[in-house]
């Protein structure tokens, strides 16, 4: 059965960073694309960022327009990890982060970006 458990999130100062973590388990990693999702109160779902299978795929990376520039997403398949790089961070970066792998996500993480 299949686990993802994020980390990371936290408040931060408009302009500051964090780095989320997604610890993965109970498949094999490598084989999956994996991505980044998150929801604001009152707001639909966003996808953010996923990255590819590195051995099937190469680990290609898409972003959504509005993180381009300012967020990387990585994954380390010796780790099983999944991370999300967040600088430059906004006011309207602020939602509960999910990690998810084709129709499975972990509990969230909340990002808040407040001054």
Known sequence: QSQLVESGGGLVQPGGSLRLSCAASGFTFDYYAIGWFRQAPGKEREAVSCISSISLRGGSTNYVDSVKGRFTIS?????????????????????????????????????????
């Open 75 to 115: 994954r380390d398949n010796a780790k099983n990890m999944l991370y999300l790089q967040m600088n430059s961070l906004k006011p309207e970066d602020t939602a509960v982060y999910y990690c998810a792998k084709d129709a499975e996500r972990g509990q969230g993480t909340q990002v808040t970006v407040s001054s």
